[in-house]
């Protein structure tokens, strides 16, 4: 079993940039692709961004394209989501999560394709 911790969500103004961090135990991180998604309040969870295996390929929502970068580094466990020039609308909850990387990469930003989710960071944009 994978488990996901997130971290690194808070308070940001209008403009800034943020780095969120998963860090993922209990299963060989290599074998998973990651994504990333978010759920602003009163709406549906959306996708963000996903990266396969070994890095070499990543997506994005149009929402996010060009000012976030999704990352890994498979030493270390850790997927990083990069944001910058953050907006209002970029409040959400974001959750990690993981999944095979052969199947996750034929639709990234399909979340249940994922088989393994954390608990979420909070990531609050003030304008």
């Known amino acids: 079993q994978v488990q996901l911790v997130e971290s690194g969500g808070g308070l940001v103004q209008a403009g800034g940039s943020l780095r969120l961090s998963c860090a993922a135990s209990g299963g060989t991180f290599s074998n998973y692709a990651m994504g990333w998604f978010r759920q602003p309040p009163g709406k549906e969870r959306e996708f963000v961004g996903a990266?396969?295996?070994?890095?070499?390929?990543?997506y994005y929502a149009d929402s996010v394209k060009g000012r976030s970068t999704v990352s890994r580094d498979n030493a270390k466990n850790t997927v990083y989501l990069q944001m910058n020039s953050l907006k209002s609308e970029d409040t959400a909850v974001y959750y990690c999560?993981?999944?095979?990387?052969?199947?996750?990469?034929?639709?990234?930003?399909?979340?249940?394709?994922?088989?393994?989710w954390g608990q979420g960071t909070q990531v609050t944009v003030s304008s």
């Open positions: 999560a993981a999944g095979a990387d052969l199947i996750v990469r034929r639709n990234p930003e399909i979340s249940r394709l994922y088989g393994y």
């Open positions: 990266i396969v295996w070994s890095g070499g390929t990543t």
